[in-house]
């Protein structure tokens, strides 16, 4: 999953300051129980049929439009809108790699047999966070070449898929993670969740940010979505720490998250992974862990949060 800043601001549109309200500010329906969750794969249908119809004609914008885009879900209309797409991009999307998205026919099945991998992850989410405020998940068919690319939105969460899920069960991690997003905006309020974007952002801010989302995942799934960036880690933890360390202050993420690392041999969002590893070891100090869950869903002082945390003093501290 291809992640920009861009698209993780998306995540606070209208979300309240407070959890009991987050149906109210939010606009989609908002549930506490994994199995009420609207997973909806209603775009990924029409976009099949779509297919289907336009191999017979040549009328392919009018097709994409009146099957697609006509008959869009809350999250494809946004998703839509939030990127001012038309049909003609779908089209030529198609022109430029048909082989690509014919290969997407089988997708609403395949994820839909998934759907209780998906629940389930919901269901260890909901024992780490108690309190989780579920929302819906809409699976279309999105432009660009990320492969799946999850964001949550003011709808509920947005999953954009451009090619077949291999690994469809991996998308119960993506999930879980961007729904763990969703609860630390509720936890400490709009206008603090967007000054990782301004004022306070870092590299250190934004590893610990997607750090905590990813080791909740992990707690909720005992799987890490970062895999093959956690494995790297380990195997080379505490010399990218050292790394780490000289370039945390940066505001900008560089080679650590959302874009390839100039070194080929480094794998994507390493930033994740030592942000999980930061929060790792701060709640493996804490005696109360459903507190210290909370502190983790409310984190707004990430060089404070680092100190308590203990991991540079583990890892030998600075040079």
């Keep these: ?99 690509r998205y014919s290969a997407l026919r089988g997708l609403p099945e395949q994820l839909a047999s998934q759907e209780q991998l998906v629940r389930t992850a919901f269901v260890g989410l909901k024992g780490v966070v108690p309190n989780t405020a579920f929302v819906p998940v809409y699976y279309f068919v999105g432009l660009g070449g990320a492969g799946l690319h999850a964001e949550p939105s003011e709808y509920g969460l947005l999953v954009a898929i451009t090619e077949e899920a291999s690994d469809p069960s991996v998308i119960r991690l993506v999930l879980v993670h961007e729904t763990v997003h969703v609860q630390q905006a509720l936890a400490i309020g709009i206008e603090e969740y967007m000054q990782i974007f301004g004022p306070k952002m870092s590299l250190l801010a934004l590893a610990i940010r997607e750090g905590s989302a990813e080791f909740l995942t992990y707690l909720s799934t005992g799987e890490y979505a970062k895999k093959e960036a956690y494995n790297y880690l380990i195997e080379h933890e505490q010399s990218l720490w050292q790394r780490f360390q000289g370039e945390m202050s940066e505001r900008l993420p560089g080679d650590w998250m959302f874009s390839d690392p100039s070194d080929p041999e480094q794998p994507v969002d390493l930033g994740y992974v030592i942000g999980a590893r930061i929060v790792e070891a701060f709640y493996d100090k804490a005696e109360d862990k459903v507190q210290a869950v909370q502190e983790i869903l409310s984190i707004t002082d990430y060089e404070s949060f680092l100190e308590k945390s203990g991991y540079s003093e583990k890892l030998g501290g600075t040079d």
């Design 1 to 99: 999953m291809r992640k920009t800043i861009e698209f993780t601001v998306l995540l606070v549109l209208l979300i309240s300051l407070h959890p009991t309200d987050a149906g109210a500010q939010l606009q989609c329906e908002v549930t506490n129980d994994p199995y009420e969750v609207l997973l909806s794969y209603d775009d990924l249908t029409n976009f099949v049929r779509a297919l289907a119809v336009m191999g017979g004609t040549s009328d392919s914008i009018t097709i994409l439009q009146r099957e697609y885009l006509d008959k869009a879900s809350p999250g494809l209309r946004e998703y839509v809108r939030a990127n001012d797409i038309v049909a003609e991009d779908y089209l030529e999307a198609l022109r430029e790699n048909i082989e």
